[in-house]
């Protein structure tokens, strides 16, 4: 999980008493030392799935921390690639890893684009937002993309009861629960709000047309659905 390289406990831990935007400062330089960031397989997986919607001129990584997903752009060949995200610490690592991209210090609910992009995409993020603040983040994104743009995403089934994981996620959200009724800043970060059902219903209401393909790199679930599923919601 951790190496060598990443961040020892006490910085995760000063990392978890401060707010998303200072944390994120704090751990930028180790990010990519950490399991936070977005495994190549991912990322990888998604290039695959989204290559045959292209080509693409302009994209938008959307929360783009250390620019995992500015990579996707590059390698699906997308001339114009920029990186929106909270964290100025987060983007100048960005900067520095993707020299040839644009980067911008913008909360991605009120992106400061206006129908410039044919594809965003987003990865690991979503955690940081309350189910509430969906309609607003689905607006934004939605207000950036040219008619006819995708907004892309890897999006998990549920956990089954009898996995750790499930056990694990459960247990790490409760603990954010307490630990943002009695500290401030909050430190928003959830693993179970951004269920597939209620992402469909807020995509659908900011307008967008939504389907769903596999990424059977990821195998399937005992009834055969996909572990994980590429979310793509187009601008009409
Ligand atoms: C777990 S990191 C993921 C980074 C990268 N996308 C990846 O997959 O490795 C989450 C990122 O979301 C950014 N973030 C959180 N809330 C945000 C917001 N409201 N607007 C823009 N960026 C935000 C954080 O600054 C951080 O860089």
């Known amino acids: 999980m951790f190496t060598s ?3 020892t406990v006490r910085e995760l831990a000063v990392q978890a008493l401060s707010s998303v935007e200072h944390g994120y400062d704090l751990l930028a330089p180790k990010f990519d030392h950490t399991p936070f960031r977005t495994p190549e397989r991912f990322l990888t997986a998604t290039t695959r799935a989204l290559r ?3 080509p693409f001129d302009a994209a938008l990584d959307v929360c783009c921390g250390t620019g995992a997903g500015i990579g996707v752009l590059r390698d ?7 990186g929106a995200d909270l964290s100025a610490g987060m983007l100048a690592q960005a900067e520095a890893a993707h020299p040839d991209a644009g980067f911008v210090r913008a909360d991605a609910l009120a992106l400061p684009f ?3 992009f044919d594809l965003a995409v987003s990865f690991g993020a979503f955690g940081h937002f309350l189910p509430a603040e969906r309609p607003p983040l689905f607006a934004s994104v939605y207000r950036t993309l040219r008619p006819g743009g995708l907004f892309a995403f890897p999006i998990g089934a549920p956990l ?3 996995s750790a994981l499930y056990w694990i996620t459960l247990g790490f959200d409760t603990a954010m629960r307490v630990r943002n009724a009695v500290w401030r800043p909050p430190f ?3 693993y179970r709000t951004f269920p597939l059902g209620g992402v469909r219903t807020d995509l659908r209401a900011a307008g967008f047309d939504v389907s769903l393909t596999p990424l059977p790199e990821f195998g399937t679930r005992p009834d055969g659905t996909p572990r994980w599923r590429l979310v793509l919601a187009r601008k009409p």
């Open 160 to 162: 089954p009861v009898t």
């Open 76 to 82: 699906l060949g997308a001339p114009r690639r920029i």
């Open 52 to 54: 045959p919607y292209g």
């Open 188 to 190: 928003v970060m959830y």
């Open 5 to 7: 390289e990443g961040p």
């Open 114 to 116: 206006e129908a410039e």
